[in-house]
């Protein structure tokens, strides 16, 4: 079975894709040809659980009520799914899940991730993710100030 093939079983049927095997943009491609919304989560500077969290409501626009804890998650992506009648994609950019500071951490957010493939499943609608491992952030070089989360001074 090619790529395409088994991106587009996955497109229909929910779950996580192999972001190893697929490129984002053949990703986002198929999608949009599916009718499904595609969404990239920017994790890349992203040090705690709730700096992913805020990524992921950034990432779908959803509101600043957002309770910034991993029930809120699962709501959070519950209602996005249901918004959107063709389905949605996130695709995790740059998830640093070898950080010791996030491993236990993206753990229970990639759990939680999971569970709305189900949810969409029982709700006719479709849910898919992938996620793209960065590993460990690079430590800090001294007398260098880190970038800031919210992305000021880009």
């Known amino acids: 079975m090619s790529q395409a093939q088994s991106l587009q079983e996955a497109l229909q049927k929910g779950g996580l894709i192999d972001s190893s095997v697929v490129s ?4 986002f491609q198929l999608a949009q ?4 919304s595609a ?3 920017d994790c890349d500077r992203a040090r705690s659980r709730s700096a992913v969290l805020r990524a992921v409501v950034k990432a779908v626009d959803f509101p600043e009520f957002f309770g910034g804890n991993l029930d809120a998650l699962f709501d959070c992506l519950c209602d996005t799914v249901l918004d ?3 389905g949605v994609l996130l695709w995790f950019d740059n998830l640093h899940s070898g950080d010791p500071a996030l491993a236990e951490d993206s753990q229970a957010i990639l759990s939680v991730v999971a569970d709305v493939v189900e949810y969409a499943s029982n709700n006719d609608r479709t849910f898919v993710y992938a996620v793209v491992h960065a ?20």
Do not use: L, N
Not at 24 to 27: G, H, P, T
């Open 33 to 36: 040809a599916a009718g499904i």
């Open 24 to 27: 984002r943009e053949q990703a």
């Open 84 to 86: 959107h009648k063709g």
């Open 39 to 41: 969404y990239v989560v």
């Open 135 to 154: 590993g460990r952030h690079p430590d800090p070089e001294p007398g260098v100030e880190p970038r800031p989360y919210s992305g000021s001074g880009e």
